[in-house]
Every structure is written in structure tokens, then in C-alpha cells.
């Protein structure tokens, strides 16, 4: 079930703490139904649900031990559309017991969202 609810297409690491990844948004994803009839936009939740994926795939690349655990600042800008590609791009700040990830979501030029997820660093007697 999973795989057609799955947005996310290439992802990698950039410079600088950075991880970047490519999104398209099919016009027959289930992520339309229902939102909205004749006005189809891509839910906020599919957006914020595609940069959570991409964080957790780096997270794992990189065998570190985090949970994903709040969701800050998030504004939703501009629709996405059916048939449209997306960057993302992911700027990783390490604070010690909590890693910081801002992102944005953009749609040619424009941001169509951005926000921060805080992830906490497990320690691995837990």
C-alpha cells in the first residue's frame, strides 16, 4: 500500500549538511481523492509525508539512531497540482541531543512549503 501513496523519487546528499530529493505527483494518486472534486490539490499532509521520507531514507544511509519527533513552523504556501515535480531541499543542523531539519519544497521557482522537523537522537542503551 505503501508504494502508491509514495511520492518520492531520487534523493541525495548534498553539500553541506544538505540532502536534496526530486518528487513528482501523479494525477491518478490516491492523495487527490476526495481533495478536492474538480479542484484537485495535493493535501499538506502528502507534502510534509514526502520530506519525512526523505529525511528517514538519509537517517538510515547514514546509520544514525533518530526519531523524527515534532513538526514546527510549517507554512503551506502555494497548491501543488496534479502532474507536478517537486524539489526538495533539506538543511540538517546537529545540536547535540536533537537534529534540525529545515526544508523547502519548491515547484519551479516557487516555495511551496517549508517548515522544520525536529529529529532526537536516540542513545543506543535505549
Known amino acids: 500500500m505503501e508504494g502508491q501513496w509514495n511520492l518520492l523519487g531520487e534523493i541525495h546528499s548534498g553539500a553541506d549538511n544538505e540532502i536534496e530529493a526530486t518528487c513528482f505527483v501523479p494525477t491518478d494518486s490516491p492523495w487527490f481523492e476526495g481533495h478536492f472534486p474538480g479542484e484537485p490539490i495535493l493535501p499538506g499532509i502528502a507534502i510534509v509525508h514526502t520530506v519525512e521520507q526523505a529525511i528517514l531514507k538519509d537517517i538510515l544511509k547514514n546509520n544514525?539512531?533518530?526519531?523524527?519527533?515534532?513538526?514546527?513552523?510549517?507554512?503551506?504556501?502555494?497548491?501543488?497540482?496534479?502532474?507536478?515535480e517537486l524539489k526538495i531541499t533539506i538543511s540538517k543542523e546537529d545540536t547535540g541531543r536533537e537534529i534540525l531539519f529545515?526544508?523547502?519544497?519548491?515547484?519551479?521557482?516557487?516555495?511551496?512549503?517549508?517548515?522544520?522537523?525536529?529529529?532526537k537522537k536516540i542513545n543506543k542503551d535505549n
Request: overall charge positive; charged content about 30%.
Open 64 to 84: 544514525e539512531r533518530v526519531v523524527l519527533d515534532e513538526l514546527r513552523r510549517i507554512r503551506f504556501v502555494q497548491p501543488v497540482r496534479p502532474g507536478e
Open 102 to 119: 529545515s526544508f523547502k519544497v519548491i515547484n519551479k521557482e516557487n516555495i511551496v512549503c517549508s517548515g522544520l522537523i525536529i529529529g
